[in-house]
């Protein structure tokens, strides 16, 4: 009995200076810490391949959408190569919008030969790549340089059923040998009414504006006023029920003028310009 009560405060003892064995029963030392709070259920953090989704709508990898993404452009380059030889055919008469006049014509051309189809196939392709690449569907009038037409009211028929939200006709002029620079075509009436009428000069006026500063070309000193030429004769604008205007991109019997024209990198700036254009008109 004497030796177990020695025994027994001996481990007392003992415990008291900490050198007893640890519990780990709730409530002990090894318990009193404050936990690591648990997350619930769904509340766990995002990730990074969790973050949220772009925007519905958007076109690029960035989100972002182009800046003509949805739009429908229609563009006609002027005449086609294959009218040259089919002369019967393009003067057969059309409605140009309450009176006739010929399918289409060969054009014109410089001094050295260069054909206005194939320059206005040539602005029309580079316009093309640059507007499909700012995200428009982009229609053409025509698909190649060695057909014949189409005629002038069925090249307004195609913008009017692709339900354009703008058209442009690319053409350059053949003046006076001393008449120099470009020049918009502005319809002063439309099959579209008085609303298209008015977009179409709002349209008008963005291409004047781009063509101007993105070329170098200064308005025609010929023709119009301040590069604007109100018309009432041509049949692609009188039929049409689609914003339009019409481009001469400059004189192709003027010296300088052909230089230019005649210059793919001066068609690249023209392209340029009314890829401009279409997005200051479209924003």
């Given at each position: 009995?004497?030796?177990?009560?020695?025994?027994?405060?001996?481990?007392?003892?003992?415990?008291?200076?900490?050198?007893?064995?640890?519990?780990?029963?709730?409530?002990?030392?090894?318990?009193?810490?404050?936990?690591?709070?648990?997350?619930?259920?769904?509340?766990?953090?995002?990730?990074?391949?969790?973050?949220?989704?772009?925007?519905?709508?958007?076109?690029?990898?960035?989100?972002r959408r182009k800046p003509l993404q949805g739009?429908?452009?229609?563009?006609?380059?002027?005449?086609?190569?294959?009218?040259?030889?089919?002369?019967?055919?393009?003067?057969?008469?059309?409605?140009?919008?309450?009176?006739r006049k010929p399918c289409d014509t060969t054009g014109t051309e410089t001094n050295a030969g260069?054909?206005?189809?194939?320059?206005?196939?040539?602005?029309?392709?580079?316009?093309?790549?640059?507007?499909?690449?700012?995200?428009?569907?982009?229609?053409?009038?025509?698909?190649?340089?060695?057909?014949?037409?189409?005629?002038?009211?069925?090249?307004?028929?195609?913008?009017?059923?692709?339900?354009?939200?703008?058209?442009?006709?690319?053409?350059?002029?053949?003046?006076?040998?001393?008449?120099?620079?470009?020049?918009?075509?502005?319809?002063?009436?439309?099959?579209?009414?008085?609303?298209?009428?008015?977009?179409?000069?709002?349209?008008?006026?963005?291409?004047?504006?781009?063509?101007?500063?993105?070329?170098?070309?200064?308005?025609?000193?010929?023709?119009?006023?301040?590069?604007?030429?109100?018309?009432?004769?041509?049949?692609?604008?009188?039929?049409?029920?689609?914003?339009?205007?019409?481009?001469?991109?400059?004189?192709?019997?003027?010296?300088?003028?052909?230089?230019?024209?005649?210059?793919?990198?001066?068609?690249?700036?023209?392209?340029?310009?009314?890829?401009?254009?279409?997005?200051?008109?479209?924003?």
């Amino acid at each position: 009995m004497r030796r177990w009560t020695w025994v027994a405060l001996l481990a007392a003892v003992l415990t008291l200076a900490g050198c007893g064995p640890r519990a780990t029963a709730s409530g002990s030392r090894a318990d009193s810490a404050s936990p690591t709070p648990s997350r619930t259920a769904g509340s766990a953090a995002p990730s990074p391949s969790a973050a949220p989704p772009s925007s519905a709508g958007s076109s690029s990898p960035t989100g972002r959408r182009k800046p003509l993404q949805g739009k429908v452009i229609v563009l006609d380059a002027g005449h086609n190569d294959g009218n040259f030889g089919h002369t019967s055919v393009i003067d057969q008469l059309v409605d140009a919008g309450g009176f006739r006049k010929p399918c289409d014509t060969t054009g014109t051309e410089t001094n050295a030969g260069y054909h206005e189809a194939a320059f206005t196939w040539d602005v029309t392709k580079r316009l093309t790549a640059l507007l499909r690449a700012d995200g428009a569907r982009v229609v053409l009038t025509r698909k190649d340089d060695h057909s014949v037409g189409p005629c002038v009211d069925v090249r307004a028929a195609v913008g009017n059923r692709a339900h354009a939200d703008a058209a442009i006709s690319v053409h350059a002029d053949g003046n006076l040998l001393s008449g120099h620079g470009f020049h918009v075509m502005q319809p002063v009436r439309m099959s579209g009414g008085s609303a298209v009428l008015a977009r179409s000069r709002r349209l008008a006026l963005a291409v004047r504006d781009a063509y101007e500063s993105g070329t170098g070309m200064p308005p025609a000193n010929y023709i119009g006023t301040e590069g604007i030429d109100p018309r009432s004769d041509m049949a692609g604008l009188n039929l049409s029920t689609v914003p339009k205007v019409l481009l001469e991109c400059g004189n192709m019997r003027n010296a300088g003028d052909a230089k230019d024209l005649s210059s793919a990198a001066f068609r690249q700036r023209i392209a340029r310009s009314l890829d401009t254009a279409m997005r200051a008109y479209l924003r």
